[in-house]
């Protein structure tokens, strides 16, 4: 197998859409990319009433096509119309460790104020890859934002897996990682009153690279909050390849940057993105729901 020569470190667009190719699919949403490689903003739909079947068609295939949807034209929805329209999508997802909402235990509450301890999902991740199936995705409103700051910046995995060389493609080929929570989240929520002592949190082996269910296409699925290591490498090894693929994944042309308006709401595709809540905004507030709908068990599938 010959080396890619250094350009075709680059994005690979060969294997993108065109804008304009991707326009002509969808008959009842406007879309408007953000940038070439993930994320598009969404209008005419309306989240609070039973979204019609061809518009939830053309949502599924939208999400395929870049991986995040903004939808920033949208009143505050109440829990009940946020998990109506995710439940859309699949079954929902409950959190392994954050506090649960008494009435609408699918509802996460997101909230960051003066008397935080830390910010969730401050480093870069897909939510909950210690699960055996990690979420599908994630829809996320944002009620209040801080003003400035408080951003989430999101990054592609089909691009980065593609921008590999052939040589280290072919070393991750069919390697296995463990995805481990307990750095994660022991202690993460005591600040909202959750006592974890004696609680036990997931842990679960997934392929470095990853085939989406519906793309068919090959994503990195490792990630620095959960992934403790690679099997069938030396520590030091390990450490130096998800190092690299840490710094790597996160290259600022697979990535875009969200600013929240009060009542934006982004849904992402965890089995092809990574995400990063940027807490830049202490000691204001930002607070928001988030609804996770359940997803299935990643694979690889070899040539
Ligand atoms: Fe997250």
């Known amino acids: 197998m010959s080396e890619r020569p250094l350009h075709e470190g680059k994005l690979d667009r060969a294997q993108a859409l065109s804008n304009a190719q991707r326009e002509e699919m969808y008959a009842t949403i406007s879309t408007t990319p953000v940038t070439p490689v993930i994320g598009v903003e969404i209008e005419d ?81 897909t939510d909950v890859s210690c699960d055996e199936e990690p979420p599908l995705g994630t829809m996320l409103q944002i009620h209040r934002t801080p003003g400035s700051g408080g ?79 690679i099997r069938g490498m030396t520590e030091e090894e390990s450490d130096a390849i998800l190092e690299f693929l ?18 934006s709401i982004a849904f992402w595709d965890n089995r092809c993105t990574q995400h990063l809540a940027m807490w830049d905004y202490w000691p204001n507030e930002r607070y928001g729901h988030r609804v996770t709908v359940k997803g299935d068990k990643p694979f690889y599938r070899a040539n």
């Open 246 to 263: 840490y710094r790597h994944m996160v290259r600022p042309e697979f990535q875009v940057r969200f600013h929240w308006k009060p009542n």
């Open 45 to 125: 739909v309306d989240l609070t009433v039973d979204v019609p079947d061809d518009q939830i068609e053309d949502l599924t295939r939208a999400l395929a096509n870049y991986n995040v949807l903004f939808f920033r034209d949208q009143p505050e929805l109440t829990p009940e119309q946020q998990i109506r329209f995710a439940r859309r999508f699949g079954e929902l997802h409950l959190h392994p460790a954050a506090p649960k909402d008494a009435e609408h235990p699918e509802l996460f509450v997101i909230h960051t104020h003066g008397e935080s301890f830390v910010n969730n999902g401050a480093d870069w991740h």
């Open 151 to 229: 951003d989430t910046l999101f990054a592609n995995m089909y691009a980065a897996y593609d921008a590999l060389s052939e040589r280290m493609k072919s070393l991750l080929d069919g390697k296995i990682a463990v995805h481990d929570s307990e750095r994660a989240y022991r202690g993460r929520y005591s600040d909202k009153g959750v006592d974890d002592t004696g609680v036990t949190f997931p842990t679960a082996d997934h392929p470095v690279i990853r085939t989406h269910p519906v793309s068919g296409r090959r994503a990195l699925y490792v990630n620095e909050t959960f992934t403790k290591r």
